[in-house]
């Protein structure tokens, strides 16, 4: 159900202008899963546990995380390079993957 304010996209596959939504569902549904790594590139996974390879300043915060902190349950976002994840004290913590290490 398109709308009239809707961007549309030439869609070369087709031949036709489609709206700019339907093209980016099209597209999310046929992109594989994505592969989420850490720093010594094993896979991550939603609820997996892992521990800080350097010390991190957390932004916002005082606080420094310290090498070798465990995150326990992170969860995966959109991003690749991003995991998001609880900390004590620190809401909304997201951190990158190329500083964490699966446990």
Same mark, same amino acid.
């Given at each position: 159900?398109? #709308?009239? @304010? @809707?961007?549309?996209?030439? =869609? +070369? $596959?087709?031949?036709?202008?489609?709206?700019?939504?339907?093209?980016?569902?099209?597209?999310?549904?046929?992109?594989?899963? &994505?592969?989420?790594?850490?720093?010594?590139?094993?896979?991550?996974?939603?609820?997996?546990?892992?521990?800080? &390879? /350097?010390?991190? /300043? &957390?932004?916002?915060?005082? #606080?420094?995380?310290? #090498?070798?902190?465990?995150?326990?349950?992170?969860?995966?976002? $959109? @991003?690749?390079?991003?995991? =998001?994840?609880?900390? +004590?004290?620190?809401?909304?913590?997201?951190?990158?993957?190329?500083?964490?290490?699966?446990?």
């Amino acid at each position: 159900m398109a #709308q009239d @304010d @809707d961007e549309y996209v030439y =869609d +070369e $596959a087709t031949g036709e202008w489609r709206p700019a939504s339907e093209m980016a569902a099209e597209a999310a549904a046929t992109a594989g899963p &994505v592969e989420v790594r850490d720093a010594a590139g094993n896979i991550l996974a939603d609820g997996d546990s892992v521990a800080l &390879v /350097k010390d991190l /300043k &957390v932004k916002g915060t005082s #606080q420094t995380l310290k #090498q070798g902190t465990v995150i326990k349950s992170i969860r995966l976002t $959109a @991003d690749p390079e991003e995991i =998001d994840c609880r900390f +004590e004290g620190i809401k909304g913590l997201v951190l990158r993957t190329e500083f964490v290490r699966k446990r």
